[in-house]
Structure formats: structure tokens, C-alpha cells
């Protein structure tokens, strides 16, 4: 298994790196996180738990690390973490389906062809 705690301290080192490079695009970054914040009508640890579904369907592993902290530092609990990852199964599962779909109207206009 992958160190996390080892992962999020080199990503940090990794940003600060870009960072110096572009500030920018970090600035911008961090302007974009910060956005969410302004009305608070969801708290933190709920937004954490929903940038935790969010990070397993984007596949990012940066993601993971990062929220899952900060959902921790934010009170999460184990199983309120499991169920925000349920949801992510389910949507990810669901647009499978979806998308399956698209697959079989595809498989038919080649047929027709």
C-alpha cells in the first residue's frame, strides 16, 4: 500500500515547485477552492466528504490523500467516510450503465451501415 502520509508531503513539495514556477495557476487554484467556501451552507466537513467521492471518480490519487486529511481534521468519521465513497460507486456504476448504452446505439449504427 501506498504511504500517504510520505504521497501528500511530496505533492505539496511538488505544487510549491509549480508554484514558484507558475504562481498563477496556483493562485488560481486556490481562488477556486476558496469560492466554495463563501456561504459555508454546507461546512467543511460535508464539502471534504463530497471532494472524497468527487476524487475517487476522477481517479486522483493527490485527491485522496488531501481531503482525506482534511475530512479527518474536519471530524469525519470512518463511516461517514464509507458512505460518501458509496456514492461515488454508485454514480461511477450508473454511468457505466449510461454509458453502456452509448455503446449499444453505436453498436447499432454499425450494423446499419
Known amino acids: 500500500m501506498l504511504d500517504w502520509n510520505e504521497y501528500r508531503r511530496?505533492?505539496?513539495a511538488g505544487v510549491g515547485?509549480?508554484?514558484?514556477l507558475s504562481p498563477e495557476i496556483v493562485r488560481?487554484?486556490?481562488a477556486l477552492g476558496a469560492a466554495g467556501?463563501?456561504?459555508?451552507?454546507?461546512?467543511?466537513?460535508?464539502?471534504e466528504?463530497?471532494?472524497?467521492?468527487?476524487?475517487?471518480?476522477?481517479?486522483?490519487?493527490?485527491c485522496i490523500t488531501v481531503h482525506t486529511d482534511a475530512a479527518i481534521r474536519h471530524g469525519a468519521?470512518?463511516?461517514?467516510i464509507a458512505e460518501a465513497l458509496s456514492v461515488a460507486i454508485a454514480v461511477n456504476a450508473g454511468a457505466a450503465l449510461v454509458y453502456s448504452t452509448r455503446v449499444m446505439d453505436a453498436y447499432k449504427s454499425h450494423q446499419a451501415a
Open 10 to 12: 511530496q505533492l505539496t
Open 17 to 20: 515547485e509549480i508554484g514558484r
Open 77 to 80: 468519521t470512518e463511516n461517514e
Open 28 to 30: 488560481g487554484y486556490m
Open 37 to 47: 467556501t463563501k456561504t459555508d451552507l454546507l461546512g467543511a466537513k460535508v464539502r
Open 49 to 62: 466528504l463530497i471532494a472524497l467521492a468527487v476524487a475517487v471518480t476522477a481517479r486522483c490519487d493527490g
